[in-house]
């Protein structure tokens, strides 16, 4: 059984930074991809971004491009999403998911408690 734990989460002003961290139980993460999630008040769960297992490849929802930057320490089991820039509308839950490499939440087996940011205008 594969654990993840987030940590990071909290609240900032429109154009801050934040960085989100997930911890992984055992040597996990050179086995699968893992990713971020994001859930906002009556919506559904939504991709973010991931990071695929071997070779560090990545994919990002278009929204966050260019603003947010995901990491990954394979000798420490814990990826990071390091957010700037942040806008009101990034405000959700941001769940940290191990899985295949995969825009589909679907995809994903194991995951994070979540962790809120919250973005004020």
């Known amino acids: 059984q594969v654990q993840l734990v987030e940590s990071g989460g909290g609240l900032v002003q429109a154009g801050d930074s934040l960085r989100l961290s997930c911890a992984a139980s055992g040597r996990y993460l050179d086995t699968a991809a893992m990713g971020w999630f994001r859930q906002a008040p009556g919506k559904e769960r939504e991709f973010v971004v991931t990071i695929g297992r071997r070779y560090g490849s990545t994919m990002y929802v278009d929204s966050v491009k260019g603003r947010f930057t995901i990491s990954k320490d394979n000798a420490r089991n814990t990826i990071a999403l390091q957010m700037n820039s942040l806008k009101p509308e990034d405000t959700a839950v941001y769940y940290c998911?191990?899985?295949?490499?995969?825009?589909?939440?679907?995809?994903?087996?194991?995951w994070g408690q979540g962790a809120q940011v919250t973005v004020s205008s």
């Open positions: 998911a191990a899985g295949s490499f995969s825009r589909s939440p679907q995809h994903y087996q194991y």
